[in-house]
């Protein structure tokens, strides 16, 4: 595997060349450098363990400055297109089904790119395609192409799954609560639902969280997770309540859950 310094430098050599009076050879010399080296690996998508970026959770802002396979954060999908500055990129992917096409932001030297939020994808085979000046074309970096209708694709080895809030509304009455994996052998959810006892709603454990149902009422809005022992607030909800004992807890707000 190309190391991500000697990969920067000899990409760098194709944009000092796009600067001068070559521009058709640098857009073929960028094109072809990006599909040999992040190709190599024979790999449908790289996933992000701080190693190429600094965090696993991509912001949206974030520049781009390189193009290949899809690549895989905690909270999404980041997707790139090698291309020329002024054409209009779109991809579209089937786990939205095919009924949206979402448009690419330029970057410098024909950079394109659109990072999709996720909160839950589950382990499964994706095809996508770009949409580049009105002509569907397959992702050039992929060497993975489905034997059926020949689109690219990536195969997602293990499920995606990222929570932005917490509890979600289920029902009418019946909220889920999330609290993200940290080796926790034990979690339990304690509130005025349950008199703040641990032992009358433990949480399951499935895949990156521990997650629990609750049949609440509107006066039963405090409430936190008790985990290996330590009452910890709910790092998923913004609002902290007090407890008849002065205890700083997590707090449901009427006007967004108890809606009627």
């Known amino acids: ?28 010399c960028l094109f072809n450098f990006n599909f040999l080296f992040l190709s190599a690996e024979n790999i449908s ?16 802002s974030t520049r781009v400055e390189s193009v290949g396979v899809p690549v895989i954060f905690d909270n999404g999908i980041l997707f790139t297109f090698s291309g020329l500055k002024d054409d209009e990129v779109f991809v ?25 939020p996720i909160d839950f994808l589950p382990k499964a085979n994706y095809a996508y395609k770009y949409l ?4 569907w074309q397959n992702d050039a970096s992929q060497p993975f192409f489905s034997e059926v209708d020949g689109l690219s694709f990536f195969r997602l080895e293990e499920s995606l799954e ?15 609560f999330y609290l993200e994996d940290k080796g926790f052998a034990e979690v339990a959810w304690i509130g ?3 008199n703040w006892n641990p032992e009358s709603s433990p949480m399951k454990k499935q895949g990156k ?18 985990a290996d ?3 910890m607030l709910d790092p998923l909800n913004a609002y902290i309540g007090k407890t008849a004992f002065s205890l700083k807890v997590s707090r449901m707000l009427e006007n967004l859950y108890f809606i009627p």
């Open 132 to 135: 580049v000046n009105g002509i």
């Open 192 to 194: 005025e639902g349950n």
């Open 162 to 176: 990222y929570r932005r809030v917490s509890p979600v509304q289920i029902s009418s009455r019946a909220y889920r």
């Open 92 to 116: 579209s992917t089937s786990f939205l089904d095919w009924k949206k096409r979402v448009k690419m932001k330029a970057w410098s030297y024909g950079v394109f790119s659109v990072f999709l």
């Open 1 to 28: 595997m190309i190391s991500p310094l000697k990969y920067k430098k000899l990409r760098n050599r194709c944009v000092k060349l796009a600067r001068r009076a070559m521009p058709m050879i640098a857009v073929f």
């Open 45 to 60: 998508y790289k996933r992000v363990t701080g190693a190429f970026f600094d965090s696993s959770r991509l912001d949206e």
């Open 229 to 231: 022992g330590q009452i």
């Open 209 to 226: 969280y521990w997650s629990v149902d609750k049949l609440l009422q509107k006066n039963q809005t405090l409430y936190a997770f008790y």
